[in-house]
């Protein structure tokens, strides 16, 4: 079993920077690749960035050159450094144990409890 536990989150205003962390409850980086997703109020949850167990990284194209996914695996911990927020960015980050295939995430069922982001003046 994995829990995953993130924070971080909080309110900012437009052009700021946050750093949200996922604590897992054991060393899981080499079995799994690791997602930050988010979910808007009245919209699905989307996959923001993810980085697999060989280091690939890949965001999704509204965050490139903003964001940045890494991970400490003496702490077990992966981060998404969040810089020059957005309005659009609101939302609760979630953080995921999963899987790549054919270079596409896929999430398993481990998922944190989730951390408000909010971008607002």
């Known amino acids: 079993q994995v829990q995953l536990v993130e924070s971080g989150g909080g309110l900012v205003q437009p052009g700021g920077s946050l750093r949200l962390s996922c604590a897992a409850s054991?060393?899981?980086?080499?079995?799994?690749?690791m997602g930050w997703y988010r979910q808007a109020p009245g919209r699905k949850r989307e996959l923001v960035a993810h980085i697999t167990t060989g280091g690939g990284i890949d965001y999704v194209q509204s965050v490139k050159g903003r964001f940045t996914i890494s991970r400490d695996n003496a702490k077990n911990t992966v981060y998404l450094q969040m810089n020059s927020l957005e309005p659009e960015d609101t939302g609760v980050y979630y953080c995921?144990?999963?899987?790549?295939?054919?270079?596409?995430?896929?999430?398993?069922?481990?998922w944190g409890q989730g951390t408000q982001v909010t971008v607002s003046s």
């Open positions: 054991r060393s899981i980086f080499a079995i799994y690749a």
């Open positions: 995921n144990a999963g899987n790549t295939i054919g270079g596409y995430y896929s999430p398993y069922n481990y």
